[in-house]
């Protein structure tokens, strides 16, 4: 089979509405680069008509292939998934939601096709979407930024192109917590940013990623790239032992003195607090421990129902 030159990997979940007008845009910012590309759509377990309709376009364009897993994995997965069944020599990864513009497909190859540098990344300066999902998204990303020591994983989210070098070194990547973006960053090489505005869902099409799993992807990704949970646990540690020395001080100069400390009432809340701030604490723990054994399972990333190709 001739490897194609260009590949571009898009997770679709449940995404009936808005899958005809993608395909379509993707074709036409495609024929602007090559004809010889192929468009892998991976069907995350979708429960709408997602998958008939892209069968439905398959019949009319060869090139579009259609793998499908075998129940809803989550994106990242979904991503991965795309890219180990990828063949060009370039790959580019994109949501399915036309949140990030096909038409900046071009733009990318362009930048990767001389060979000047091995990763292009999507950098968004804007986006259209509601102001609760912004200002968490935001705040995730200031942290982000802050704590994880990945310059070039600020404000950017899957939309890139590799070649193949970059898609090597990133998928040799096993790991079970997967942070595309921050992923991405780690392997280095030459990587590029493409300043973009993220567009607006079209009309009428919800996210597919709940509020619930944005968080568990934030928090996949701060507790796999920074140390910041486990470093929170020892300031405050350090910071309450602080706190209580000097209280512990100031009752013993007041009792030589002649005046005795009263209230029980403030050693039942100092306990209170410390008991509590204990149990947070094991539960951070509990979430490494949690983590090191999913890792330790080794269960695969995702199963493939079927691979629509040739
Ligand atoms: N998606 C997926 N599996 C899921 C959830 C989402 O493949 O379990 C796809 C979805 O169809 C879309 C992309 O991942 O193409 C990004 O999803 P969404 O727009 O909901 O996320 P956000 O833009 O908020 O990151
Ligand atoms: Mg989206």
């Known amino acids: 089979m001739p490897v ?19 395909v379509a845009r993707c074709l ?22 997602t998958l008939a309709r892209l069968l439905a376009l398959r019949a009319a364009e060869p090139r579009l292939k259609v793998l499908c897993l075998s129940r809803n994995f989550g994106h990242q997965a979904a991503y991965t998934a795309g890219l180990h069944a ?37 950098q968004r300066t804007d986006r259209a979407e ?30 890139s192109m590799l070649n193949r070098r970059a898609l090597t070194a990133f998928l040799s990547l096993q790991e079970k917590n997967r942070y595309l973006p921050g992923l991405r960053s780690f392997i280095g090489f030459r990587q590029v940013s493409l300043p973009y505005a993220r567009e607006a869902r079209p009309d009428g099409t919800l996210p597919k990623m709940s509020y619930q799993r944005l968080f568990a992807l934030a928090l996949d990704a701060l507790f796999s790239f920074s140390d910041l949970p486990i470093k929170i646990c020892l300031y405050t540690g350090l910071l309450g032992i ?34 509590s701030i204990q149990l947070l604490f094991l539960g951070i723990m509990g979430e490494y421990v949690f983590r090191i054994y999913r890792e330790n399972q080794n269960r695969p990333l995702y199963f493939v129902q079927h691979y629509h190709q040739d």
């Not at 194609?4 to 993608?22: A, G, H």
């Not at 949501?95 to 096909?102: A, E, K």
Request: hydrophobic fraction near 45%.
């Open 130 to 159: 509601g102001w609760g999902r912004q200002l968490l998204i935001k705040s995730f990303h200031g942290i982000f930024r802050n704590f994880s020591r990945l310059r070039e994983a600020d404000n950017v989210g899957n939309f």
């Open 28 to 49: 036409a910012a495609l024929a602007a680069v090559t004809p010889d590309f192929e468009l892998i759509c991976v069907d995350d377990g979708s429960r709408d008509r």
């Open 242 to 275: 602080i706190v209580f020395m000097l209280a512990g001080m100031y009752v013993v100069i007041s009792k030589l003195r002649g005046v005795a400390m009263l209230g029980w009432s403030s050693l039942g809340l100092s306990l209170y607090f410390l008991g």
């Open 86 to 122: 990828a063949q060009g020599q370039f790959v580019a990864m994109m949501d399915g939601d036309l949140q990030d513009p096909p038409e900046l497909l071009p733009r990318m190859w362009e930048l990767l096709r001389y060979d000047t540098c091995d990763v292009v990344y999507g």
């Open 4 to 22: 194609p030159l260009l590949s571009v990997v898009i997770p679709v979940y449940n995404e009936e509405d808005l899958i005809d007008t993608l």
